[in-house]
């Protein structure tokens, strides 16, 4: 027996439960295309210093959960931890966004978290990016974009928590004004908020130790000037225009440091509270320059996959195919071969036994195989007509060869 197991933190997904995953993702990949969303690949690991100066180095994430190694050139390369700074790398490489781009992906993400439910070293999101608006419409259609993805997955009950953090000056304000306040409450701060008190003050309101002194703390609504407080004004306007259910949350500040005005998290009332976040995004203006670009308005999401599989009660597809070809005479199994792979061409899904078996075993596959419907090629093959049986009522009836493919798609 072998003693290799999936390393600490994964979780392998195999067939029949990953039924659900591929349902995930084809949803996403819809809710992408109704929304204007292309798609974006970039790679699975970057320079570091892109999630470094990206995400932040004051960041959890930046600080204590990248996977970061040297390749055999001696470059330090990170595998990403999300993929808002990769996407907006990619985009400054291609020359920068004129007018709007619309990019979605999906795909692994890895931090290195102390594992328990929900929360990963390797982790699935799909996520969208809005470069190159500054609107408060795109805030709204992207926040839009995961409720309803959301509700296509049938997670129930979702709220979105919402707040704004204002611009660069608002948060210079906010961030003094916290400094001051949480040296005043210094000694009652956990050690790793003591050393952020300086360096990253806005880091330690995200801080779980530390919640009785961030609930007095100075809120970024305090500090917002009038252009972004317009802007939130709108963003709310428009998801209540959309029936959306939000919560203002004055708290939420979101872990990476790119975001500024705009930020949400996704979160199924139902759902255990410790990993409660489904998803969450925000708008971050300023990660074009930081990472050299010019100025670029930007707005997207993530959400997390795995957390989803947990709140989700969509049942994974109930047939993974629309029909089983089971060979009653071993003499047609060319014939049979034939039929399925005229079948497949039809856009159907079909599988057969991959050698000579009993018919009784190959219905046993059928079942096992989550097929809606069996095709006998047997007797009625000369007469040009195959037996369909029914797998869920056990009905069967005969069909000419030739109508089957239509038979079977009505
Ligand atoms: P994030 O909040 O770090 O944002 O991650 C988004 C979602 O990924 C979370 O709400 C959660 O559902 C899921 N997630 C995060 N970490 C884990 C984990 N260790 N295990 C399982 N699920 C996890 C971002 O990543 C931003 N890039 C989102 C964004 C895009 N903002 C603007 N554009």
Redesign the pocket.
């Known amino acids: 027996m072998s003693t290799f197991r999936a390393p600490k933190g994964t979780n392998d997904v195999l067939p029949p439960d990953s039924g659900w995953w591929r349902h995930a993702y084809r949803v996403f990949e819809d809710v992408a295309e109704q929304f204007g969303y292309g798609l974006a690949l970039t790679p699975l690991f970057e320079d570091t210093e892109v999630f470094a100066r990206g995400v932040g180095g004051d960041t959890e994430?930046v600080e204590k959960q990248m996977y970061s190694f040297l390749d055999k050139g001696g470059r330090s390369i990170t595998l990403r931890?999300?993929?808002?700074?990769s996407v907006v790398r990619a985009a400054i490489q291609a020359g920068g966004v004129q007018g709007r781009l619309k990019a979605s992906y999906w795909g692994p993400?890895f931090?290195y978290?102390r594992p328990q439910k929900?929360?990963?070293?390797q982790?699935?999101?799909g996520?969208?990016?809005y470069l190159g608006s500054g609107s408060p419409e795109a805030d709204v259609e992207v926040i839009e974009f995961g409720y309803r993805y959301l509700e296509r997955m049938r997670v129930p009950h979702v709220d979105v928590h919402i707040n704004t953090i204002g611009d660069a000056a608002d948060r210079a304000r906010h961030r003094t004004e916290l400094i001051k306040y949480f040296l005043e409450r210094f000694d009652e701060l956990s050690p790793d908020s003591q050393r952020r008190v300086e360096t990253n003050p806005m880091r330690v309101l995200d801080s779980k130790a530390d919640t009785d002194v961030i609930a007095d703390a100075p809120k970024p609504s305090d500090f917002l000037s009038d252009e972004p407080a317009e802007h939130f004004d709108a963003v709310r306007a428009g998801i209540e225009a959309l029936s959306i259910p939000y919560t203002l949350d004055s708290t939420l500040v979101?872990?990476?440091d790119?975001?500024n005005r705009s930020v949400w998290?996704?979160i199924p009332r139902t759902y255990d509270a410790a990993?409660s976040?489904?998803?969450?995004?925000?708008r971050?203006d300023g990660l074009f320059e930081i990472l050299g670009g010019k100025p670029t308005p930007a707005?997207?999401?993530?959400?997390?996959?795995?957390?989803?599989f947990l709140a989700s009660e969509a049942a994974p597809p109930r047939s993974l195919l629309d029909t089983f070809v089971v060979v009653a005479d071993d003499k047609k199994r060319t014939e049979a071969r034939t039929l399925v792979s005229e079948l497949r061409r039809e856009g159907l899904r079909v599988d057969m036994t991959d050698t000579v078996r009993s018919v009784k075993a190959q219905f046993k596959e059928a079942d096992r195989s989550a097929s809606a419907t069996a095709i006998v090629v047997g007797d009625e093959w000369s007469s040009g007509l195959v037996a369909v049986k029914d797998l869920k009522t056990g009905e069967q009836q005969e069909i000419p060869i030739k109508e089957i493919g239509r038979w079977l798609r009505a």
């Open positions: 994430v931890p999300e993929a808002t700074a993400m931090r978290e929900g929360r990963y070293r982790f699935y999101q996520g969208v990016e979101r872990g990476l790119y975001y998290e996704y990993q976040s489904v998803g969450g995004g925000g971050y707005v997207g999401l993530a959400m997390g996959v795995d957390r989803i």
